[in-house]
């Protein structure tokens, strides 16, 4: 198609912008979507793409900018009110109802069906949609048993069944096989023939050019480039989502030893990872680059024994070991910061000084059990020095901090355990630019007084500047590891997209 | 073996497993007790099967939403004395009038559950424990310590529960019997039939995703606990009919057999899946069992409670297990759902229904 | 903690005064009110209940209920008095129900700790199990006659004006208290209550703190019933029924949030001072058991409905701030 030949857009976006408190996540973006055209949108994570998703599905509003459908404007208040304009997505994880059966699911959202339910007509009428697709399933049994893969030909067959105009296809293919994603694409490319709009997220490189009319790159909340897939190339689409220009890279002191700590052989979790090997010594930052759905925080989550790995082995100072829970980990020297510090990493009503205790609480409780709160307080201060925690006190109820200020306060709980080796799952998530250096800093103190550190972060820029050596991962397996020298954006994000090395 | 799944709905397999173990129940109860099976133990077992049925149906729908009612006791008690005395005051009153004014009376005490569950977001257990007190306080006080006798009421209404409709023989099919047993169909009708039947099992099914969709789940909730508390005030006029002899405690406890049988009837007590007619057979299971059991084993019937305590320990445990090993079969490449893919709606809700 | 005291501290203003209401009304009524003798018999008639007050505060906190104390409290004083009648000696019939006690709790936990079972299901299994137990071993009959110094341990004043049962409340409200808020089991009972997998994360054995909590519940139940039995004088199958109702009602009136994770004694035991003293003055005006546990039921529902409703309320305050921010924004 030619520019002069394109139907007018389905929906458009103009000058969307999105902020979450101190992120820009969107940055006066714009999106286009035409009727009968597979859209593809790429980019790393916290470009920005599932913010924009959630502002064409409702559930957020954008601060500034426009939405048009059908060239009107219109306001997507809420997730009905996009279900009325016909947008409707499928994600990763589908929205079934396991109890009812599959003709039900496709119509139960359906609010005009009136109160009574004829079950013959719904299968009937479940039949001819799912004929449509092209597809045979039987419309009676519950939704219960099915695969990931069938279920989301169920959502997709629940979006017909609303008269959909644009569908968006958010990573729908990481839980399924090569043969369920070939079936999926034939799916998307019989609607899209017959006029629908569709926004299709992935990192599978291959996928993206094998089904994508059009290819658009966010980057760091911006627009960057849209066109049509004959205009880009794997090689382009990977500098363009990496292509910042790296200002200064944090100058890391010389702090790998010799002394070999940790030895990974062959660890895996069945349906989470495999085959993931390393060595790491004293000193040594180990960054894990990956994009959503690597599987990265798993690793680490085996690692500490909340999830145990079935296969492979772990050696620390060269003894095997089976790291089943996590006051086994702790005992062993491993310590894991979760990415996520309010639902997981914090207890958010209780003080600073609690949360620093919590995983090494019996060292501060007396012969009778209770708790000596002046030997807490004088610990948790020096944490609060050491970290530079700006609180009034450190008494201070920790959900009042900044995110920061949490983030140091998470590590300070882990650095209390005294690690040797410490996991850091994404440590400079969502704290402002000077919190994000003192991190920075302190991770490499770290690494000068001898932690083995083990860095799990989608920030790419940080994983080269910090990293010693970088781990990449993908859909759960190691992809490969990159020394400092080697490790380029491209060659990062292109392994982390299952591209071949990139010069 | 995938036939018997697409054709048959995931509630009727407990069905089924319910029918069978009550007809091994009989065939145990039959060959080991003299005269077990006579007409005398049947009509016995119906007629107070009847009454926990009826007030079992009204408990499938509100624990189908992942809530629970234990006022229902209450409600049975001061709707059998409200419409005994109404009886007593206007003899005249025809009989459908009094069913209605049993239903009204219930369904206005349900009203009062289903307002502070969906609209005050009191969690069930604690406004029906609430309820529970409140409603037999109202009781005692309309009362005023009065009891109501069956001969201040029109001979109709024990009549419901004695003549039969047609017999068989000696095993008589009673007026109360027949209304359960139409009750039950009705419900069954709507729980299947129907949209907020539906919308029922949606909402305890996956409660996030209907609320994502827009589903009005408050409202349903709320129709869920007054037709939750009619149905309890027509068991009310049932137990009436049946006893005659109404006191301030009339319905203590029938809160806790229609808890057990729900629960045993294979409704789910995480919400989504169970049948009103699985119910039923429940609430005639666990009297069965208990009325074999005491003469079998020659033990004093006051092992019932003790015996439907273990049932419903039974039932729900299996639940618990059985709901975990289905959802790791149904998702098996999910680890937990953490911050997966963050554009798919969050989760994160109590499991209080609402 | 700050907010959260401030929180508790209008929650508890709000207690304190509704006490204050409540003890003002009952003195005006009767003179002998606020007499020694009348507070000791106050608390005398409920102390079985408020003893379970105490553990049912940790086990909410905690983020998990236990409908089954007042069924193990009366299968407790059963197990007590069957075992008197067969001739066992009281002190050995004491330990039997507390070991009986213990037994439903381990039971309870079990399932709930290891199983994963909701607290509300198991604990309502043995609301029914348990009270049905207690009829097998009694059945219709009322067993008394227990040895002298058992009955006093009720009634009889043991340290000054006061007995034994209610210096032992005393006691066990200092311990829980203690407990509750200087112990690190105290500290950990709020934390897996709050977020129960940030305590996972962080090393907490979830499992065995529940399981040790419903322990200490079944315990202290058994505790209770064997004290209530002393102060009847008789025990029947159906003794405690229904009991649990004016426990929780007691918990959650103190400012314990029923999803668990905050909350604390000081509240509870306001809360307690007011049923009781509630109920004590019901009771002068000759109102009857059946109504004070009606009133008992709406106060235990304004507990949870109120917090609610100002929640609400700020909520739409907060978003027609909002609003008028963004209108003279633009």
């Known amino acids: 198609m030619t520019a002069s030949t394109l139907p007018p857009p389905t929906l458009e976006m103009r000058a969307i912008s999105k902020r979450f408190g101190s992120t820009q996540a969107l940055d006066g973006v714009g999106l286009t979507l035409y009727p009968g055209e597979i859209h593809a949108l790429l980019g790393e994570n916290g470009a920005g793409k599932s913010t924009l998703i959630k502002i064409m599905t409702g559930v957020h509003q954008p601060d500034t900018g426009a939405i048009l459908l059908d060239g009107s404007p219109v306001k997507i208040g809420s997730t009905i009110a996009a279900q009325g304009h016909g947008i409707a997505a499928i994600y990763q994880e589908p929205m079934m109802y396991p109890d009812l059966n ?169 349906g989470a990872f495999e085959g993931v090997s390393f060595e790491l010594h004293k000193g040594e930052v180990l960054g894990f680059a990956g994009l959503v759905g690597a599987r990265r925080t798993d690793v680490g989550l085996a690692l500490f024994g909340i999830e145990p790995a079935d296969s492979g082995e772990l050696l620390i100072d060269g003894v095997a070991h089976r790291v089943r829970d996590p006051n086994q980990a702790m005992s062993l020297g491993i310590a894991y910061v979760s990415e996520d510090r309010r639902a997981l990493g914090l207890s958010l009503p209780m003080s600073i000084t609690a949360n620093i205790t919590l995983p090494t609480l019996r060292r501060y409780l007396s012969a009778l059990g209770l708790i000596r709160g002046r030997a807490e307080a004088v610990d948790a201060e020096q944490f609060r020095k050491r970290l530079a925690i700006r609180a009034s006190s450190v008494e201070v109820e920790v959900s009042k901090l900044s995110g920061g200020n949490q983030q140091k306060v998470m590590l300070s709980k882990w650095l209390n355990t005294r690690p040797r080796l410490l996991i850091l799952d994404e440590p400079t998530r969502g704290i402002d630019v000077g919190a994000k250096a003192e991190v920075h800093q302190m991770i490499d103190d770290l690494a000068a007084q001898g932690l083995a550190i083990i860095m799990i972060s989608s920030d790419l820029p940080e994983v080269l500047a910090m990293s010693d050596r970088v781990l990449v991962m993908r859909e759960g397996r190691q992809m490969g590891i990159f020394s400092r020298g080697e490790a380029t954006q491209e060659r990062v994000l292109g392994a982390a997209m299952g591209q071949e090395a990139l010069a | 073996m995938s036939w018997i799944k697409r054709s048959i709905r995931p509630e009727q397999l407990r069905e089924l497993s319910l029918v069978a173990l009550i007809i091994v129940a009989l065939l145990i109860f039959g060959t080991q007790i003299e005269n077990f099976l006579s007409a005398r133990t049947f009509n016995r077992i119906a007629s107070s099967v009847a009454i926990v049925g009826v007030v079992a149906v009204g408990q499938t729908l509100v624990v189908l939403t992942r809530n629970i009612d234990l006022s229902v006791g209450s409600i049975v008690g001061f709707s059998a004395y409200f419409v005994g005395m109404q009886l007593n005051g206007n003899p005249e009153l025809p009989p459908l009038m009094a069913v209605l004014l049993a239903c009204g009376v219930g369904a206005l005490l349900g009203l009062v559950n289903g307002v502070l ?17 409140i409603f037999r306080m109202i009781l005692v006080n309309y009362s005023d310590a009065k009891t109501v006798t069956t001969d201040m009421v029109p001979p109709w209404v024990p009549g419901l529960a004695q003549e039969a409709l047609f017999s068989l023989g000696e095993f008589n099919l009673r007026p109360m019997v027949a209304v359960a047993i139409a009750v039950v169909l009705v419900f069954q009708l709507v729980l299947v039939y129907t949209q907020f039947g539906r919308r029922l099992y949606a909402i305890g099914s996956n409660p996030e995703a209907a609320r994502f969709v827009g589903l009005p789940g408050r409202r349903i909730v709320l129709l869920a606990f007054v037709i939750c508390g009619a149905l309890a005030g027509l068991a009310g006029f049932m137990f009436l009919s049946r006893f005659g002899n109404i006191t301030v405690v009339a319905g203590q406890g029938l809160e806790l057999q229609s808890v057990a049988a729900v629960v045993v009837g294979g409704v789910n007590t995480f919400g989504g899946s169970g049948s009103v007619v699985g119910a039923l057979l429940g609430a005639f299971l666990i009297d069965l069992l208990g009325q074999g059991l005491i003469r079998w084993l020659g033990i004093s019937e006051f092992w019932r409670d003790a015996i439907l305590g273990l049932l419903i320990l039974l039932a729900v445990a299996s639940d618990a297990v059985i709901l975990n090993w289905l959802r790791r079969l149904w998702a098996p490449n999910e680890l937990k759902t953490r911050t997966t893919s963050e554009a798919a709606p969050t989760p994160k809700e109590s499991s209080h229904g609402v | 903690m700050a907010s959260s005291l401030r929180r508790l501290i209008s929650w508890e203003g709000l207690l304190l005064l509704i006490l204050l209401v409540v003890v003002a009304f009952n003195a005006a009524f009767t003179p002998v009110y606020l007499g020694v003798n009348n507070q000791v018999n106050l608390f005398q ?138 112990s690190g089991i105290g500290r950990l009972v709020y934390v897996v209550g709050n977020n129960r997998e940030v305590a996972r994360y962080s090393g907490v054995r979830v499992p065995r703190l529940k399981l040790g909590l419903f322990i200490a519940s079944g315990l202290v139940a058994a505790l209770a019933g064997v004290l209530l039995a002393a102060r009847l004088g008789a025990v029947r199958g159906n003794t405690a029924d229904g009991f649990e109702l004016d426990i929780i009602t007691m918990v959650l009136l103190g400012g314990v949030s029923i999803f668990g994770g905050t909350g604390n004694l000081f509240g509870v035991g306001l809360a307690i001072l007011i049923i009781l003293n509630l109920r004590n003055g019901m009771s002068l005006v000759n109102i009857t058991g059946n109504t004070q546990t009606g009133v008992v039921g709406v106060l235990l529902i304004l507990s949870v409905l109120l917090p609610n409703l100002v929640q609400d309320v700020r909520a739409v305050l907060q978003r027609r701030r909002a609003q008028r921010k963004e209108v003279t924004r633009a």
């Not at chain 3, 709790?105 to 909701?118: D, S």
């Not at chain 3, 299994?125 to 137990?133: D, E, N, S, T």
């Open chain 1, 102 to 270: 599959v003709a039900e699911n496709i119509f139960i959202t359906h609010a005009g069906r009136g109160p009574i339910v004829r079950w013959r007509q719904m299968q009937r009428e479940a039949e001819a949609i799912l004929k449509q697709l092209d597809v045979q399933l039987d419309v009676r049994q519950p939704a219960r048993g099915l695969t990931v893969a069938t279920q989301q030909t169920v959502e997709i067959a629940r979006a017909l069944s609303l008269k959909v105009r644009v569908l968006i296809m958010d990573e729908p293919t990481a839980a399924l096989s090569a043969h369920e994603v070939a079936q999926l694409f034939t799916l998307a490319r019989r609607l899209r023939d017959q006029g629908v709009a569709i926004l299709f997220i992935s990192h599978r490189m291959e996928e993206v050019f094998l089904i994508a009319d059009r290819v658009t790159i966010f980057r760091d909340g911006r627009l960057i480039s849209s066109a049509p897939r004959a205009d880009v190339t794997p090689e382009s689409a990977i500098r363009a989502m990496a292509g910042r220009t790296v200002e200064q890279l944090f100058p890391r002191s010389k702090t790998v030893t010799d002394e070999l700590l940790v030895s990974v052989r062959g660890l895996g979790k069945t």
């Open chain 3, 45 to 182: 008639l409920s102390i079985e209940k408020i003893i379970v007050a105490l553990v049912m505060a940790f086990i909410i906190i905690n983020g998990e209920i236990d409908l089954s104390v007042a069924s193990v409290m009366g299968l407790a004083a059963c197990v007590l008095a069957y075992l008197f009648n067969q001739g066992v000696a009281m002190p050995l019939a004491v330990l039997g129900a507390l070991g009986a006690g213990a037994l439903c709790g381990a039971f309870n936990g079990f399932w709930v700790a290891y199983v994963g079972v909701p607290s509300l299901a198991v604990t309502l299994a043995g609301l029914i199990g348990y009270r049905g137990a207690a009829r097998i071993l009694l059945e219709d009959t009322s067993i008394s006659g227990f040895p002298e110094w058992f009955n006093t341990l009720g009634q009889q004043p043991w340290l000054g004006p006061l007995p034994f049962a209610l210096v032992l409340f005393f006691v066990l409200y200092l311990v829980a208290l203690v407990v509750l808020n200087f």
């Open chain 2, 117 to 133: 569950v969906a609209y005050g977001r009191v969690p069930s257990i604690i406004t029906t424990l609430g309820t529970l007190a």
